[in-house]
T-cell receptor, first 108, second 111 residues
């Protein structure tokens, strides 16, 4: 099956800093999503981005499908950005394969 | 709006018992998937149902089963609970090759 690797596994930043989270995947996909998991376990949709670039406020994402990676950018980090960020990919049958996540901690 | 509600939110069971978890998609979503997330890991796929038919099954033992009802709600059943079944169980809705939306999850603790 598809393998998904996320890096870095942990990231600690000062409030106001920018960050880049990476997701590498091992095979072709036609579904790629970024999620933020809050402390209560809810997976919050950030981007549905099987290819191309999208922006939503301080967050943006880019997927280069031909090179099998996606990047999530967070600018001007806030403490509320803390949490675990997951990349999930899928192809055809809708099953999503998740990476192991990046735990982001923003220090005031 | 997550598009799906799950119940219960928390549950404590004893080893060997049986548990039923429920998922109710918002009207219009015909596909339901179940995922298990153990502490420190990403969610792992358990089952997918579409129009009441099983479309996919992950690498889980036969103690895990699921079904989907005519109103597209779904149940996940786990028999003979083990300590290792303690996890957050997530239900997702979405159509083929489009964005998936997850419920808030059911946190199961097996003691």
């Amino acid at each position: 099956g598809i393998q998904v690797e996320q890096s870095p596994p942990d990231l600690i930043l000062q409030e106001g800093a920018n960050s880049t989270l990476r997701c590498n995947f091992s095979d072709s996909v036609n579904n790629l999503q970024w999620f933020h998991q809050n402390p209560w376990g809810q997976l919050i949709n950030l981007f549905y981005i099987p290819s191309g670039t999208k922006q939503n406020g301080r967050l943006s994402a880019t997927t280069v499908a031909t090179e099998r990676y996606s990047l999530l950018y967070i600018s001007s980090s806030q403490t509320t950005d803390s949490g675990v960020y997951f990349c999930a990919v899928g192809f055809g049958n809708e099953k999503l394969t998740f990476g192991t996540g990046t735990r982001l901690t923003i220090i005031p | 709006d997550a598009g799906v509600t799950q119940s219960p939110t928390h549950l404590i069971k004893t080893r060997g018992q049986h548990v039923t978890l429920r998922c109710s998609p918002i009207s219009g979503h015909k596909s339901v998937s179940w995922y298990q997330q153990v502490l420190g890991q990403g969610p792992q796929f358990i089952f997918q149902y579409y129009e009441k038919e099983e479309r996919g099954r992950g690498n889980f033992p036969d103690r895990f089963s699921a079904r989907q009802f005519p109103n597209y709600s779904s149940e996940l059943n786990v028999n003979a609970l083990l300590l290792g079944d303690s996890a957050l169980y997530l239900c997702a809705v979405g159509s083929m090759n489009t964005e998936a939306f997850f419920g808030q999850g059911t946190r199961l603790t097996v003691v």
